[in-house]
Nanobody, 118 residues
Framework: VQLQASGGGLVQAGGSLRLSCAAS????????MGWFRQAPGKEREFVVD????????YYADSVKGRFTISRDKAKNTVYLQMNSLKPEDTAVYYC????????????WGQGTLVTVSS
């Protein structure tokens, strides 16, 4: 599976961005798709994921109520709508795919940089 992430950029605190992750194959054949992020000098952390078949979503506490993940099966794309952005959301955001239950996130996109200015 190849993943192409896009949509990052520079935004002021309180603003919004929408990230996209396009998959090279039909997303209903992928068990879960998720977003992770890595801030400068920090380890990569989980942001949110979605089970593509039934739409069950898990959010990190730090983004609950501000970020929304969605999927478009026709476009084989998963989106991350980020609202009320904070400077601490600044990071490289990666999308990832988990092909089966219990499998690790084996496939990763190239990352897209989100910078939130104060």
């Amino acid at each position: 599976v190849q993943l192409q992430a896009s949509g990052g950029g520079l935004v002021q605190a309180g603003g919004s961005l929408r990230l996209s992750c396009a998959a090279s194959r039909r997303i209903f054949s992928i068990y879960k798709m998720g977003w992770f992020r890595q801030a400068p000098g920090k380890e990569r952390e989980f942001v949110v994921d979605i089970t593509t078949s039934d739409g069950i979503v898990y959010y990190a506490d730090s983004v609950k109520g501000r970020f929304t993940i969605s999927r478009d099966k026709a476009k084989n794309t998963v989106y991350l709508q980020m609202n009320s952005l904070k400077p601490e959301d600044t990071a490289v955001y990666y999308c990832a795919a988990q092909v089966g239950p219990g499998a690790p996130y084996e496939y990763w996109g190239q990352g897209t940089l989100v910078t939130v200015s104060s």
